[in-house]
Structure formats: C-alpha cells, structure tokens
C-alpha cells in the first residue's frame, strides 16, 4: 500500500469528516486516520444539530458545498426552528438526531468519495523537516508521508476523565486518549493548553414518568436544513422538558466535596454557556429549579439525553439527585455524566486559512482549536479541508470575511482574539447579523466555492434556480400597483391600518402583521406568481418576503461591512516592527507583535489595540 497522500487529517469527528470529503472533492490524494471507523462523526454529547448561530453555520457548510447539513436531514427525529419571534436575522434551524444513523450516514459518504482512503489508527507523532510537515508516524510504527497535515483530534490529546474523585485517561467514555501527539506539535515551538467539557447521564426512556414531564414536538414545515436533498424521511419523536427540585439540588450540594470542580482535580477552564448542574447550584444558590430537556438518542433507542444535567459529580450522587426528580423517580441510566480535560492549541497561531503560522502545511480545527460544538468544529474543518487541497496545488487560501458567513466570524474571533474559554458561536458576536441570515447562506457562499470545484453544478443551479423564483417574486410585488378600495376591508381583517391612498404590494409587505402568504389569500395574482414556483416553494417565498421587509436594514448593514472592507485591503503583515512603534501603547505593540496581523481591519478586532492605535498605524502608513 502507498502511504504517500497529499493530505493527511487526523481524527474522524466532525472537523475531520469534513475536512477529509473537501479536500478530496478538490483533487487532493487525501487519507483520514481514526480511532474507529465504527464511530466516525461520533455524537459524544447531544445528538443534535443546530440551535443558535450554530444553525447557520450548518446552512453554511451546506451552501459551500459540505456534508453536515445533508447527513441531519436524513438522519433527523425532531425539527424545529428556533427564535421565530424575534426578527429573522436570528431565526436559527435545530435538528434532534439519530445517533447510530448520523455515523453510518456519514461513513456512507466517505466510503463513497473518490480521492479519499480510511486508516483505522492512532497518530502518536507528527513528523516535521525543515519548519515543513510531512507526514505522521502512528502507535503500529505506519508513516504517512503527505504535503500537508490537518489536525481535528477533538477531546482525545492527553484527554483525561473525571466521575467524583475517579480519573481516567481517555478521549471519550471507554475510548484511549492520546498521550504523545500534543507533544510531538509543541516541541516545534507551538503553545498548547488545557480545557474542559462534560456529558450528562443518558436514561432509559422505559423508566421515565412521562405523565410527570411536558412534551416538546418538533415542527412538521418546509424547513430543513441542506438547500438540496429531500425532506425528513425518520419518524418523527417528541422531546420532553421538566425541572431539577430543591430535593435534587440538596442532594448534589452535599456531593460538592468530591466534585471534581470544586475539590481543586479539574484545573482547567470549561464552557460558561453550557455548565455543569452542580456549577449551577454555586453560581445561582438562589434558583430552586433548573430546566432540563430529556431528547431521544434515535429512532429504535430507549436511550435519553438528559440535556441541563451535565455533571461530573460522584455516580451515586448524580443517580440519587435524579431521583429526586418526579418524573425521574425510578430512572434507570445507561452510563452516568463525566466531565474531561484535553489538551488545545493557541489559534492565534494560526493563519485565517487555519494553517499554522509556525509550522507550513500543518492545519488545526474543531475543539483543538480551542472551540466548543459539532457546527463549529465542523465549519473549520471543512475550511481547513479546503485550504489544504489548495496549498498542494499552488492556489491562494480561501478566506472568509466576517461579513460573508458565521464561518468567517468564528475563525477572525479564534486567530484575532485567541481563547479563554471553551468558544461557542452566538448571534451576538456577529455584528451583520442581517446579511448572516440562515435563509440566504447559499446567497453568500455557493457561487464561491462553486468557482473553488468545490460547490458542485447541481447545487450552483439549484441556487441560480432559487435566486430566480426570489427574484420574481421580488419584480411582481415592486410592479403591482394596490388601490386603496379595493383592498382597505381585508387590511381591516388582517389586523392592519387601512390605506390612505393606493401603493405598490411590496410597501404592504413592510407592514409587520402582513406576509406574502396572507395576501396572497386576497390577491389572487399573487397567488398565481408563488404557485407557479413548484419546488421548495416555502423557502423562496420566505427568503423574498426577509428581503422586501426588511431591505432597508439589509442595506444599511451592508454599507456599514463595505466601509469596513476598506480596512481589510490595507495589509500590514511585515510593514512594521511592533517592538520600535512606540507611538502606541504597550499592550497594543504587544498583542500585535504576538498575532502579527494580517490587515490593518484584523488588528484593530485584537483585544488590548486601541481606535487610537489603529489611527497611528493609519498615519504611518500615510493614509
């Protein structure tokens, strides 16, 4: 067997599956070395994709021509999206999945992709000549030869388990961690650190109170989450939602004393948006109930994911404080909550191409970057992926800005900003969250990788054949001229003010208890216009009526990110020696010195350089 590959990516989680299939697609030899080939994509915590902000870096994937979004569909149990209160910019899609079916989906796909070889194995040291990686060494004394080398080894470097007092090396529950890697990268001069995350208990649904607990269905619309592919084919399942009890909690505080947490074993820091139970008792001791969501893990399973519960408490207080619980009385579990400590690297080390900055040719991405969540591994690996392909055939990286994809957001936040935390996407750290909509990914992404070879022609067409049924919708309601008499009883009906004087429908659709669906119950033309779409209707339609409603704030945004692009063509990277500009302040030389920024719009996003700092640079620069 030849072991000479143009990439090689380590670890089959999420970042590596679609790393692996990318870089494949885009001609490059490529072989995924992993533990399992059994678990490939492994669901190590909540079988669910999606939620906020992470949704749409799903649709991304997706419109970039990657796999996530295709393996949930087929794979989904439950659908729902999520914020539709709220305005659409943060309308984010959450799919509850089938465990077993997401992996075996996912290695359908692999074995399938031409270019691409499996190696059931464990990289134990990186081998590196001349600044250059070439290749990895595994535990069976195999070399792997390749140009380069894409690192998605998740929670499994030096990982190490916590249940009470006990501790174990591994990289997930009865899986080996793996002890020697991390340290055959750092002796090159990379910085590591450790971070922590946590499971809860799973339980069987045949011992659960149902009657004691509400149901959560999902939703049964138009919505998915690929904008190619067919529709949900599982059966559909509820998930369930009670509350923790003050019995529950004085259970888990008289554990506190071997929790890991708080007894000084776990030194590292873990996720602050998704703590653990007992972190919650301490940060909120006056709260007598927490939420907990209890979703199932697939189709054909009695097993449940107690989602609220995470823990890594002692298993007997963990099991007794769930039975403190009405609805989980007489619950039985499956294997108790832990919580583990892994090694990551500084991803301010990193190029916003995910490659190294210290060693050429080796990329990182997912939790060894220091983040947290399936999505966001997900997103850097297929950038990773792809930024790897082109650099073995001579080509300039694929670069997203912050105001082209959540994508983009995550990976300036990682190499920028740097981490203290386990990071997890949110609407909040995207500031166009308006141009950054899930309905529109494939607006933002297609035609650029489909430009790239990634992004194949049905799924450019598919996008040039949506963009035409929104575009028309668009055209006709900019056309078609409202007289008032004619529509002022129906407006009444609808709940909105009558009109003064005739307009154009599209001024209608602005007003907010108006929609294209609900005039199009009272103008018939209109109706005609959206039926004559006859696929994914629903989907075009929304995105029309998001872009007619809220254009206004559409196009301010998009002056506000064109300003800003300014800045990111003024490149900085070698122009200045840090250390000498004295003109700004120590922090500032500090902190650019230590990431060396590539544009003048990157520094000034780095924590510790002032609008004052940027200014000097702009003057020395003789802007």
Known sequence: MNFQYDVIVIGGGHAGCEAAVASANLGAKTCLITMDMNKIAQMSCNPAIGGIAKGQIVREIDALGGEMAHVTDATAVQFRMLNQGKGPAVWSPRAQCDRGKFIWKWREILDHTDNLDIWQDQADELLVENGQAIGVRTIWGVEFRARCVVVTAGTFLNGLMHIGRFQYPGGRCAEPAVPHFTESITRWGIRSERMKTGTPVRIDRRSVHFEDMEIQDGEQDFHQFSYMGPHRQLKQLPCWTCYTTPESHEVLRGGLADSPLFNGQIQSTGPRYCPSIETKLVTFPDKDQHPLFLEPEGEDTNEMYLNGFSSSMPMDVQLNAIHQIPALRDAKIYRPGYAIEYDYFDPTQLKHSLESKIIDGLFFAGQVNGTTGYEEAGGQGLVAGINAALKCAGNEPFIMHRDESYIGVLIDDLTTKGVDEPYRMFTSRAEYRILLRQDDADARLTKRSYQLGLATRERYDWWLKKKEGIDKIIRFCEELPIKASDINTQLETLGTTPLRAGCKLVDLIARPHLSLNNLSEIIPSLKEV??????????????????????????????????????????????????????????????????????????????????????????????
């Open 530 to 623: 959206i039926d004559s779409i006859d696929e994914r209707q629903g989907e075009i339609v929304e995105s029309a009526e998001i872009k007619m409603k809220y254009k206004g704030y559409i196009e301010r945004e998009r002056m506000v990110a064109d300003k800003m692009h300014r800045l990111e063509d003024i490149k900085i990277k070698g122009r200045f020696n840090y250390q000498a500009l004295h003109e700004i302040s120590t922090e500032g030389r500090q902190k650019l010195e230590r990431i060396d920024p590539e544009t003048l719009a990157e520094a000034s996003r780095i924590p510790g350089v002032s609008p004052s700092d940027i200014n000097v640079m702009l003057i020395l620069l003789g802007r």
